[in-house]
């Protein structure tokens, strides 16, 4: 039995007729660029995020470097994130000018541990990316605390976690409701994926959406007047279209990727060498990732692939140890935490289409491993 990583082509079984008639209008209309459909994305989304403005952009990697670059941060300025995520969190803070300070995760959650950013900050930090990763906040509360005592902006890498929850203090927020702005990304693979690349960024600051809009269309609203210099980062209308017609299906996506997460934290509950995802009581996860700690993970994941199964490794080098980072004087055993989950992590399938006997296949393949 094959049961690949993800099966984007399962969805577009279901979906696919309203995503194509959506899509077909763009096509009739030829206005490919912006316009009605990206506008009402951005309120849909930013409605979602609670957040009063969205902004459609190129890339979820411009939808972090956007915002920061509304910093107007200057060489040496400083922003702290975490060294487990995917490279465009701090690759976006190089290319914003600044200097990446990383603060190891959360050993749970693989999120920014908290605790840890105080010690980070420096008379020239001015900014911090928590990263919402693999589906679940990071504790956005408790980044905002220290963030407001330093007067730093906070920008969520919301990438993976769009629509995903969190209750503080009594109440739900969402991904992108509590910080400074966030960074969406509709890459295909994402819970709501588009047709090619796509981001946004939501923010409830005006001034921010404002300037975010202005970058985006190379630093002017009005043809060939440019108030700075800013760059081509447009969401496609036709990016836009689709979106629009996948978005009421994510909560139902979302709410089948926790199903089947639930199934395999029972079903692997009792497996020796495997540590099923752990949540943190605050959150309501969309898990984009189900992704376990795996003893002889590199073996395991040969064992399922060879038995059909599709696997991950999110993320087998933390950043802080990439060549292109070396400049920043990291050193192997800077953040334990982060080190030991990039020799860990294994993310199985755990997408929405998934069927019983799908997910059967995985458990089964991975009992028999290890002989459990
Ligand atoms: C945590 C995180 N940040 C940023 C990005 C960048 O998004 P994109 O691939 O749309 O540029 C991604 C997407 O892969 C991501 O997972």
């Known amino acids: 039995m094959i049961v690949p990583l993800l099966d984007l082509r399962a969805q577009h079984r279901a979906v696919g007729e309203a995503v194509l008639r959506g899509a077909l209008e763009v096509v009739e209309s030829q206005a490919f660029i912006l316009g009605r459909p990206v506008e009402e994305l951005e309120a849909r989304v930013a409605e979602l995020s609670r957040a009063a403005h969205g902004v459609g952009v190129a890339t979820g990697t411009d939808a972090l470097l956007l915002p920061l670059r509304a910093l107007d941060l200057e060489p040496g300025d400083e922003v702290v994130t975490v060294p487990f995520t995917f490279f465009a969190t701090a690759g976006a803070v190089h290319n914003a000018g600044a200097r990446a300070v990383f603060v190891d995760v959360d050993p749970d959650t693989y999120n920014m541990d908290v ?26 509360e408790s980044v905002l605390a220290v963030a407001g005592k330093h007067g730093l902006a906070v920008i969520e890498d919301a990438a ?189 399938p755990v997408y929405p289409e998934l069927t019983e006997a799908q997910r059967e296949h995985v458990v089964a393949s991975i009992r028999e491993f290890y002989g459990a």
């Open 115 to 140: 605790s840890r950013i105080e010690a980070a900050i420096t008379p020239r930090t001015r900014a911090i990316i928590p990263v919402h990763l693999f589906g679940q906040m990071a504790a956005v």
């Open 160 to 348: 993976q976690s769009i629509g995903a929850r969190r209750r503080v203090e009594g109440e739900w927020r969402m991904a992108g409701e509590m910080g400074t702005a966030a960074s969406l990304s509709f890459f295909p693979t994402k819970n709501l994926g588009g047709w090619g690349d796509g981001g946004m960024v939501v923010t409830s600051d005006r001034r921010l959406a404002d300037r975010v809009r202005l970058l985006r269309t190379h630093g002017g609203l009005k043809m060939y007047y440019h108030e700075e210099v800013g760059t081509n980062s447009r969401l496609d209308a036709l990016q836009a279209a689709v979106l629009l017609a996948k978005l009421p299906f994510l909560a139902g996506w979302s709410a089948a990727r926790r199903e089947n997460a639930a199934w395999y934290d029972r079903e692997l509950a009792g497996v020796e060498g495997v540590r099923t995802p752990v949540t943190d009581p605050c959150n309501e996860h969309i898990f984009h990732q189900y992704v376990i700690a795996a003893e002889r993970r590199d073996e395991l994941q040969a064992h399922l692939k060879a038995a059909g199964v599709g696997t991950g490794v999110y993320y087998p080098r933390p950043l802080h140890l990439q060549k292109c980072f070396e400049y920043l004087g990291y050193r192997e055993g800077a953040f334990p935490v982060a080190e030991a989950a990039s020799r860990r992590v294994l993310a199985l």
